[in-house]
Antibody, heavy 115, light 107 residues
Framework: QVQLQQSGAELARPGASVKLSCKAS????????MQWVKQRPGQGLEWIGA????????RYTQKFKGKATLTADKSSSTAYMQLSSLASEDSAVYYC????????WGQGTTLTVSS | DIQMTQSPSSLSASLGERVSLTCRAS??????LSWLQQKPDGTIKRLIY???TLDSGVPKRFSGSRSGSDYSLTISSLESEDFADYYC?????????FGGGTKLEIK
């Protein structure tokens, strides 16, 4: 069965970078786009971008260009999102989700940015 | 970017009641719309894709429809497990965009 297992909660300092992971199983990793979504506490869902692991093609929403960098490791079927120059507004839950229309979702990773 | 205007933002309803949520797209999305359910523990599940196709295992009390640029999710008879947050998502073109969400609460 399809599973997306995300990495554990992170606590990071302002100005630092963090790399979140999403390990896929139960399907051909290289055949589906992987989406990344942000949710601030008490807020709605916000699309960050997507990566196609088959060829590394990426898409980003303008707001996250320079903030988020999406990569994928085909050997481990793992997608990554690096967030740089962290600030308090980056504190959120981050989700990965598979494919067009997002048929499967990870459980989310909570990122807390605090000094 | 395509704007998805979701209404209502909150809804209070009783068990057994029929409810409908709507998303209006600012541009043509040709039915490339999903409905998502988020439970209080953060778990997100897709209910409907392509505007009206029910995902496998989703109860038949959920349905999706389209009228022009308006997309609706209807729950025919609310059950206790349906009280959650709901979001629409357009995936017709990048950047994908979500509706603002609807919080469905028990009356």
């Amino acid at each position: 069965q399809v599973q997306l297992q995300q990495s554990g909660a992170e606590l990071a300092r302002p100005g630092a970078s963090v790399k979140l992971s999403c390990k896929a199983s139960g399907y051909t990793f290289t055949s589906y786009w992987m989406q990344w979504v942000k949710q601030r506490p008490g807020q709605g869902l916000e699309w960050i971008g997507a990566i196609y692991p088959g060829d590394g093609d990426t898409r980003y929403t303008q707001k996250f260009k320079g903030k988020a960098t999406l990569t994928a490791d085909k050997s481990s079927s793992t997608a990554y999102m690096q967030l740089s120059s962290l600030a308090s507004e980056d504190s959120a839950v981050y989700y990965c989700a598979r494919g067009a229309g997002t048929d499967y979702w990870g459980q989310g990773t909570t990122l807390t940015v605090s000094s | 970017d395509i704007q998805m205007t979701q209404s209502p933002s909150s809804l209070s309803a009783s068990l057994g009641e029929r409810v409908s949520l709507t998303c209006r797209a600012s541009q043509e999305i040709s039915g490339y719309l999903s409905w998502l359910q988020q439970k209080p523990d953060g778990t997100i599940k897709r209910l409907i894709y392509a505007a009206s196709t029910l995902d496998s295992g989703v109860p038949k009390r959920f349905s999706g429809s389209r009228s022009g640029s308006d997309y609706s999710l209807t729950i025919s008879s609310l059950e206790s497990e349906d009280f959650a947050d709901y979001y629409c998502l357009q995936y017709a073109s990048y950047p994908w965009t979500f509706g603002g969400g609807t919080k469905l609460e028990i009356k």
